[in-house]
């Protein structure tokens, strides 16, 4: 599996493999973290450059769930947000959703202190108009930043080697 920023090229592929692509367009930075089997697209998580930011519209096809394909996208947000700079990534979990709050639970995201907000009404996506009606958490997890690797040059560090 290879996980990779969505390309322009890419999003017919995608689109056509059954993975909505919901958030697009956008112009704010945010793009899209595709995970690909050669050249088939296996799912998606939208990553939104928001403070702090913020994993969106994660879905994973049918047929591929189970596999950790889900993971490794949180994965990889995880590591493109912390390589950018970032100490947290949040994401909103649905009460109705018990089996995509136990895999955030397992990948170390926790209840960020903000009260559970009820979402109700019609939203505009890519596809057409939603009506929505849920109750969405927000939880958080803490990151380790990316720092480039320090080269050590000659001499010794109190008495360690370089």
Do not use: C
């Amino acid at each position: 599996m290879n996980i990779r920023p969505l390309a322009d090229e890419e999003r017919d592929r995608v689109i056509a493999a059954g993975l909505g692509l919901a958030r697009l367009p956008r112009d704010d930075g945010s793009f899209y973290l595709v995970a690909w089997d050669g050249d088939a697209a296996l799912g998606h998580a939208h990553l939104a450059l928001t403070d702090p930011p913020e994993v969106q519209d994660v879905e994973v096809l049918e047929r591929h769930r189970g596999r950790g394909v889900g993971s490794a996208l949180i994965a990889a947000a995880e590591e493109e947000a912390a390589r950018r700079g970032y100490d947290r990534l949040t994401l909103t979990v649905s009460v109705a959703r018990p089996e995509a709050q136990r895999l955030y639970r397992r990948l170390g995201y926790r209840d960020a202190g903000t009260p559970a907000r009820r979402v109700t009404g019609t939203v505009q996506i890519r596809t057409g108009p939603l009506d929505v009606d849920d109750t969405l958490l927000t939880w958080e997890k803490p990151l380790s930043i990316s720092r480039p690797a320090v080269r050590r040059t000659g001499g010794s560090d109190e008495g360690g080697s370089p």
